[in-house]
C-alpha cells in the first residue's frame, strides 16, 4: 500500500474511533433520561465534566445560557439523568487539565423521545413509604415497560419493538439480565434488547417441542448465566381419561371418540433451553409428568378431570446445583427436577387420591414465582387464592433433607393493603400474578398484582415495610387514579447492573 494511503487510512480509523466513543450519537432520539455520554478520552485531564443544555444549541453563547446539568467525573464515560422525556438537549464535554485549564469539546444533540407509559399525567407511581436503605435501587414494572428510580420517577420505557400491536401491558417478566441485556415476552414471543430497544437475539418459536405452529411462549423468560435463554413452551394434547361412567364428565368438557374412548383437550407446558444461535439444547414436557403421577385421580366436584390446564407459571433454575423448581398454579404444586436428566427429585404441594374432590393446601394456593434463598431454603408469593377472604402471602420453607423429613415453614409474611381509602373485600382479587426476589441483604422485594389493587414492596425477616409503592393510571371517565395490573415487578439493587446495561449499547 502506497505510504500516503496507508497515513490516510489510519487517520480516518481514529476519526472513526474517536466518533464511535461519542454517546449519544448525534441527533438521536432515545428512549431514557438517564443517559450514558461517552466521549474520547485526553492525556493530560484531571477531569472531564459533561455540561447539558435545555434545547438545541449550535452557538456556544446560547447553549452556555441554558446549561440545566453538569455531570463530573474522573473518566470519559459518566452517567446522569436529564430533566425531561420529549425534549432537545445540547451538551459538550469540558476538559480540566491538571494546571486547571479548560478545553470544550464540540457541541452534540440528541433527544429524549416520549410514551403515554412515561406521561406521569396519564400513569404515576404513588409512594406509600420511602425507601432508605435500597433508595438508589431501580425498578422495572411489566404493566408499562418502563424503569423507574425509588421515587417512581420514570427513567427508560421499552420501545415498540415487536410490530404494529404494540402495547406495554402485553408485557411479561420483564427483566435486566446478567449480562446487561433486557429480556422480556411479548404477545407470545421473547426478545433480548439492549439499552436502546435494539434486538439482540429473538425466540425460534418453530413449534419443534410443543409440536404447534408455534411454541406459544409464556410466563417466564430467563438468559442462562452460560448464556443460553430458558423459556416456557405450550404443548396441546388430546389424552384418553379415566371412566368414571358418569354423564356429568361429558358434559363438562371430555368427549367420546368413534370407539366409546373418553378423551380431553389438555393443555401442558414446556420448558425449552435454547442456545445464542436458536438451536435447541434442552427441553422437558410437563404432559410427561403429569400421566406418570398422581394427577391421573385429581377430580372437581362435577367429577370433571381437573387437569385440563395445570398451568405453570414459574421455574427457577439453580444452576450450580444443576435443579430446576417449576410450579404449578391450577394443582398447588411446586417440583423439583434435576438438570439435565429431567426426573423429578420431590414435590411439594397438594397431591391427589383416586375419588378426591377439590385441592387446597397448608403451605400455598394458586402460588407465583418461586425461587430459591441464598440460604437454600425454597420461597415463593403465594396468592393464598383458597383462603378467600384473605391476602397473598411471602413464604419461606425449608425442603425435606430425607426421605424421613418433611416441609418446614421458615417464615411467612402476610401482605397488607395499605395505600387506599377503600379497598373492598380481598375476594378472588389476587387469583393471578405476582412475584417475589429476594435482596442482597436478605429481605424480601415483592409484588402484588390485581385489576383494583397493585403494590410493590420491600419488607425486611422481621416483617418491617422498608419501601412500597402503589402503580396508578388515570381513569379519563371518572378522572380518578386507579390501578393498573403489573404482571412482575423487578428490581435492580446494584449500580454496576445498570452501568452493564447503559454501557452495552456500544456492542
Not at 438508589?136 to 415487536?162: E, F
Request: charged share 25%; aromatic share 12%; proline share 3%.
Amino acid at each position: 500500500m502506497p505510504k500516503f494511503l496507508t497515513v490516510y487510512f489510519f487517520c480516518c480509523m481514529a476519526v472513526y474511533h474517536l466518533g464511535a466513543q461519542i454517546l449519544p450519537k448525534e441527533n438521536s432520539t432515545i428512549n431514557y433520561r438517564l443517559v450514558g455520554f461517552s466521549f474520547p478520552e485526553k492525556q493530560g485531564v484531571s477531569k472531564y465534566t459533561v455540561e447539558i443544555a435545555s434545547g438545541n444549541y449550535t452557538d456556544e453563547g446560547l447553549f452556555v445560557k441554558n446549561i440545566v446539568e453538569s455531570l463530573p467525573g474522573d473518566k470519559n464515560k459518566i452517567i446522569g439523568v436529564v430533566p425531561s422525556f420529549g425534549k432537545e438537549y445540547t451538551w459538550r464535554t469540558v476538559y480540566t487539565g491538571k494546571d486547571d485549564k479548560e478545553t470544550h469539546s464540540r457541541l452534540h444533540h440528541f433527544t429524549t423521545g416520549t410514551t403515554p407509559q412515561v406521561d406521569t399525567n396519564i400513569s404515576h407511581l404513588k409512594i406509600i413509604k420511602n425507601a432508605e436503605k435500597y433508595k438508589d435501587a431501580y425498578i422495572l414494572a411489566d404493566g408499562t415497560g418502563v424503569l423507574y428510580d425509588m421515587n417512581g420517577a420514570p427513567l427508560w420505557y421499552l420501545p415498540n419493538v415487536s410490530g404494529s400491536s404494540w402495547q406495554a401491558i402485553d408485557l411479561l417478566d420483564t427483566k435486566i439480565s446478567a449480562k446487561g441485556t433486557i429480556t422480556y415476552i411479548h404477545t407470545n414471543q421473547v426478545y433480548e434488547t439492549d439499552y436502546n430497544g435494539k434486538v439482540l437475539w429473538k425466540g425460534p418459536n418453530s413449534g419443534k417441542i410443543g409440536g404447534g405452529k408455534t411454541e406459544d411462549y409464556h410466563h417466564e423468560f430467563t438468559r442462562l448465566d452460560n448464556g443460553n435463554y430458558m423459556v416456557f413452551g405450550r404443548e396441546n394434547v388430546t389424552w384418553k381419561m379415566p371412566d368414571t361412567g358418569s354423564l356429568a364428565m361429558t358434559a363438562a368438557g371430555a368427549t367420546r371418540d368413534s370407539n366409546n374412548i373418553l378423551r380431553q383437550n389438555i393443555v401442558f407446558g414446556t420448558l425449552i433451553e435454547y442456545d445464542k444461535h436458536g438451536n435447541i439444547v434442552w427441553s422437558w414436557k410437563s404432559s410427561n409428568y403429569a400421566k406418570e403421577c398422581d394427577l391421573y385421580n385429581s377430580k372437581t366436584n362435577n367429577w370433571r378431570y381437573d387437569i385440563n390446564d395445570i398451568h405453570e407459571n414459574a421455574f427457577y433454575f439453580d444452576q450450580q446445583d444443576k435443579v430446576i423448581y417449576i410450579s404449578y398454579k391450577n394443582i398447588d404444586r411446586i417440583i423439583k427436577i434435576k438438570y439435565p436428566e429431567g426426573t423429578v427429585l420431590n414435590t411439594y404441594g397438594e397431591t391427589y387420591q383416586p375419588g378426591m374432590k377439590g385441592r387446597g393446601n397448608n403451605w400455598f394456593c394458586h402460588q407465583h414465582s418461586c425461587r430459591r434463598s441464598a440460604e437454600g431454603y425454597l420461597y415463593m408469593y403465594n396468592n393464598n387464592d383458597c383462603n378467600r377472604n384473605e391476602l397473598p402471602k411471602l413464604v419461606m420453607i425449608k425442603e425435606p433433607v430425607s426421605l424421613a423429613d418433611t416441609l418446614q415453614k421458615i417464615w411467612e409474611y402476610d401482605c397488607t393493603m395499605d395505600g387506599i381509602a377503600e379497598t373492598g373485600p380481598a375476594v378472588n382479587m389476587f387469583t393471578g400474578g405476582g412475584n417475589v426476589f429476594e435482596l442482597p441483604g436478605g429481605e424480601l422485594f415483592a409484588n402484588m398484582d390485581s385489576k383494583r389493587y397493585n403494590k410493590a414492596f420491600i419488607v425486611d425477616r422481621d416483617k418491617k415495610t422498608l419501601w412500597s409503592v402503589l402503580f396508578e393510571q388515570l381513569d379519563p371517565r371518572s378522572n380518578r387514579w386507579k390501578s393498573f395490573s403489573n404482571y412482575r415487578v423487578s428490581i435492580i439493587t446494584d449500580h454496576k447492573s445498570i452501568e452493564n446495561l447503559i454501557w452495552n449499547q456500544e456492542m
